[in-house]
């Protein structure tokens, strides 16, 4: 998914911690680009807590029902210095990029784009003939890339196998890192996690996590309570570094995401679709593909026009911290 905001806040990441109690981050609605567009729903970045560990953006979208709805269609757009994370609750998405690679998705199973150095790609709804179904539901989420590794060779992963903990009341699909000793496949750059919890209507559960990471939770469908707090659809509670485990409630079944990772030390400019160490690594990305260059490549068989990127702001992009009071 691209971030299709005409003008784009300019928006960074990185520091050391501060605040350390549990903090409920309400969604903002974002369209993604067009009067007609579908909206999402963006806990990350938030204003005062603009990463998760690596994790850098979250958008949430659906239920949406495509024989009224607008199908996704996001057109070619570049990523440098970060992974795409795509996950479904419902429906299908295809992926291309410009390595060639062409990937539909369904529920339970992960597209990871590491865009590295750089990257071109589309996502979109199938065609009608092509649908197995007219629901759509999921995230989108984008993990940081640290310096060392901020401009790898691009690649793309499909995981269709990942490893799944179930308990009393709970269930866990591992979609990124390892949650008690089961690990997911994916290609982490940064010590961090992501899994996708479903609680039974009625039950409760705890979840073993790694005391040094920081951690938030997702409600994606159905309120749930995480350690005694409400958490509503689309709403995220951040957790602190320093515990052992989360317990997860719900009344009505719900699915929630938890996600986490190692307090980012580093400070980023992320503007647009671009993760940079600095201003003017995001604007020699910007002009490259503004001029189409070979650094992103081309997504040959989508129907239609490459996203453009929006003007500069014309100040200095500027590196900054993982909250906002770190940033200055
Ligand atoms: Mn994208």
């Known amino acids: 998914m691209s971030n ?52 850098c953006f979250v958008d949430h979208y659906g239920p949406h029902d495509l024989t009224t709805a607008t199908p996704m269609d996001v057109p070619p757009h570049p990523h440098t210095g970060l992974q795409t994370v795509s996950w479904l609750l419902e ?13 539909m998705i369904a529920p339970g199973q992960l597209n990871l784009m590491t865009a590295g150095h750089g990257i071109a790609h589309s996502e979109e709804t199938p065609v009608p003939e092509r649908r197995t179904t007219q629901a759509l539901s999921g995230v989108q989420l984008w993990v940081a890339l640290p310096e060392a590794s901020r401009s790898v060779p691009p690649h793309f992963e499909h995981h269709a196998d990942l490893p799944v903990l179930a308990s009393e009341g709970l269930r866990a699909q591992v979609v990124m890192g390892s949650v008690d000793g089961a690990a997911s496949d994916a290609a982490t750059y940064s010590p961090l996690v992501g899994a996708d919890v479903t609680v039974d209507a009625g039950s409760s559960g705890r979840l073993p996590l790694e005391p040094s990471f920081e951690h938030a939770v997702l409600a994606m469908d159905g309120d749930v309570v995480v350690d005694g707090r409400r958490v509503g659809i689309g709403e995220m509670l951040y957790l602190p570094p320093g515990l052992r485990d989360v317990s997860l409630e719900a009344e009505g079944s719900a699915r929630a995401l938890l996600i986490g990772g190692e307090p980012f030390d580093e400070h980023i400019v992320m503007w647009w679709n671009f993760v940079g160490t600095d201003h003017d690594a995001i604007v020699a990305a910007r002009e490259m593909w503004e001029a189409q ?22 100040s200095r992009l500027k590196a900054r911290g993982r909250t906002r009071s770190q940033s200055r």
Request: aromatic share 4%; charged share 30%.
């Open 293 to 314: 260059d070979a650094r992103f490549g081309t997504v040959d068989d989508y129907d239609g026009r490459w996203l453009h990127a929006p003007a500069l702001p014309n």
């Open 91 to 103: 429906g299908e998405v295809l992926h291309r990029d410009s390595l060639g690679s062409r990937q």
């Open 4 to 55: 299709l905001e005409t003008r784009p806040a300019e928006t960074a990441c990185g520091g050391a911690s501060v605040a350390e109690e549990p903090e409920l981050l309400t969604p903002r609605e974002v369209p993604l680009g067009g009067p007609r567009a579908m909206t999402v729903r963006r806990t990350l970045p938030h204003r005062e807590r603009r990463m998760v560990g690596a994790w």
